[in-house]
Nanobody
Framework: QVKLVESGGGLVQSGGSLRLSCEAS????????VSWYRQAPGKQRDPVAS???????TYADSMKGRVTISRDDTTNTVYLQMKNLKPEDTAVYYC????????????WGQGTQVTVSS
């Protein structure tokens, strides 16, 4: 079992920055991918960025150039640094960890609210 705990959300003005954290605990597979998703009210949950256990990262077009995903293996934490935030970035941001060798190992955090005021 893996537990994911997100933090770092909050209220920020348009143009501001936030850094979200996702701390994982439990038994983590050797080959995994950690992703950030976001879900605005009334909309589907969409991917924002991913980082694979061997290092590669991917970014969704919606926030490309304004977010950076990184991780600290010493603390099992994945970060999402966001800059130049816009009101349309307002959403609940979720962390997801998947075992790339076993689709059944798929975990979500509880989410953290990001609100960007205009």
């Amino acid at each position: 079992q893996v537990k994911l705990v997100e933090s770092g959300g909050g209220l920020v003005q348009s143009g501001g920055s936030l850094r979200l954290s996702c701390e994982a605990s439990g038994t983590i597979a050797s080959f995994f991918v950690v992703s950030w998703y976001r879900q605005a009210p009334g909309k589907q949950r969409d991917p924002v960025a991913s980082i694979f256990s061997r290092g590669p990262t991917t970014y969704a077009d919606s926030m490309k150039g304004r977010v950076t995903i990184s991780r600290d293996d010493t603390t099992n934490t994945v970060y999402l640094q966001m800059k130049n935030l816009k009101p349309e970035d307002t959403a609940v941001y979720y962390c997801r960890l998947q075992n790339v060798q076993n689709v059944g190992d798929d975990y979500w955090g509880q989410g953290t609210q990001v609100t960007v005021s205009s």
